[in-house]
């Protein structure tokens, strides 16, 4: 069914794009994009951090000329597998993203917005990656020109008193040591360009009460720790994994790991309201493990459980727990190839 669906998207798109590109301008994208897909593979694969460097310059360049394409915005550029380019549920825009690398140890992420105009011409705004010059990422809103850098791989629209909120889901390979995964809102002001961040992030302390909300959510953690955070449609919840130290060292980033439960953030006026767990697990005898339920007899996500069953956990002490077994180091290749699927997160 998944495959189906694929083929199905592409043929859709392959539809939409003939009817708004002319066929002269269809076979220049599609030359366009051989093209693209060689050095996109190269800046990622290439042995020396000149060449990839060299190879992410051409790229940028290429891009750029293609998408000057009157109606670009209807081409997919679905062959391009080392970036991640992926649209909101209303179609208005789209975000092109990667990241290249100089060493094993350092990861940035490039970007641009492609707004989708009436008349078919371009407008563009570039991303660029400034995480190396702030030490407060979390507490700022920022621009297209001062970027807190990720590979967007879901993006969920809501909307409070008749404005859209696009919750950005991204991946940052960040050093040889941890990983992060980011949660930023993107709204457009008055002017129509980009905007980062603001005051969305409700997160709950360690007394139980909430601490100053924050502009973006960061989840870092061990590399080979492979936590997960993705939108779950029939919760309508942000859930992601809860981390704990391997070493009872949670000051350290890279010391921590998933440790099997689940936290979460609802939508409710207008913010991200952390739900602290999300799961209560209940065993009675000769029974598996089974979650909570949270939904109500017609099916509906019960807001007010999700909410009491966070409030319940945050006042809970916090019992120390033994370190869990150490994940099994996955054997990496020289290179990373493609942009991890989705699903991966």
């Known amino acids: 069914m998944r495959r189906f669906l694929f083929v199905l998207s592409s043929i859709v798109s392959i539809s939409v794009s003939a009817q708004k590109l002319s066929s002269a301008d269809f076979t220049q994208l599609t030359k366009l994009e051989d093209t693209l897909k060689t050095y996109g593979r190269q800046m990622i694969m290439d042995k020396t951090p000149s060449q990839r460097f060299t190879a992410d310059s051409v790229f940028v360049r290429m891009l750029v000329r293609a998408l000057k394409t009157p109606n670009s915005f209807y081409y997919s550029f679905d062959s391009l597998e080392t970036i991640s380019h992926i649209y909101p549920p209303d179609s208005s825009f789209r975000i092109f993203s990667w990241q290249f690398s100089r060493d094993e140890d350092y990861f940035r992420q490039r970007g641009a917005i492609q707004m989708k105009t009436a008349d078919g011409s371009l407008k563009l705004y570039p991303l660029v990656d400034m995480s190396?010059?702030?030490?407060?990422?979390?507490?700022?809103?920022?621009?297209?020109?001062?970027?807190?850098?990720?590979?967007?791989?879901?993006?969920?629209?809501?909307?409070?008193?008749?404005?859209?909120?696009?919750?950005?889901?991204?991946?940052?390979?960040?050093?040889?040591?941890?990983?992060?995964?980011?949660?930023?809102?993107?709204?457009?002001?008055?002017?129509?360009?980009?905007?980062?961040?603001?005051?969305?992030?409700?997160?709950?302390?360690?007394?139980?009460?909430?601490?100053?909300?924050?502009?973006?959510?960061?989840?870092?953690?061990?590399?080979?720790?492979?936590?997960?955070?993705?939108?779950?449609?029939?919760?309508?919840?942000?859930?992601?994994?809860?981390?704990?130290?391997?070493?009872?060292?949670?000051?350290?980033?890279?010391?921590?790991?998933?440790?099997?439960?689940?936290?979460?953030?609802?939508?409710?006026?207008?913010?991200w309201m952390q739900v602290d767990k999300v799961f209560d697990y209940k065993l009675e005898d000769g029974q598996a493990p089974i979650p909570l339920p949270l939904k109500d007899g017609t099916g509906k996500s019960d807001e007010q459980k999700l909410i009491q069953q966070s409030e319940k956990n945050s006042r809970k002490q916090q019992q120390p727990s033994p370190p869990p077994a150490k994940a099994p180091v996955k054997k990496q290749s020289e290179k990373k190839p493609l942009i991890e699927h989705e699903e991966s997160y």
């Open 132 to 271: 190396d010059f702030t030490t407060a990422p979390q507490d700022s809103v920022r621009t297209g020109q001062n970027w807190i850098g990720a590979i967007y791989y879901s993006i969920v629209l809501k909307t409070f008193n008749n404005k859209k909120y696009y919750t950005l889901l991204g991946f940052d390979d960040n050093n040889m040591r941890s990983t992060k995964k980011w949660i930023e809102v993107l709204t457009f002001d008055d002017n129509g360009k980009p905007v980062f961040g603001g005051p969305f992030f409700s997160v709950v302390g360690s007394n139980a009460k909430a601490s100053a909300p924050l502009a973006r959510y960061c989840m870092e953690y061990k590399k080979e720790g492979r936590a997960r955070m993705n939108y779950d449609k029939e919760l309508d919840l942000i859930m992601y994994d809860h981390l704990i130290s391997e070493s009872n060292e949670p000051d350290k980033a890279y010391t921590m790991v998933p440790d099997g439960d689940y936290q979460g953030f609802k939508w409710a006026n207008g913010k």
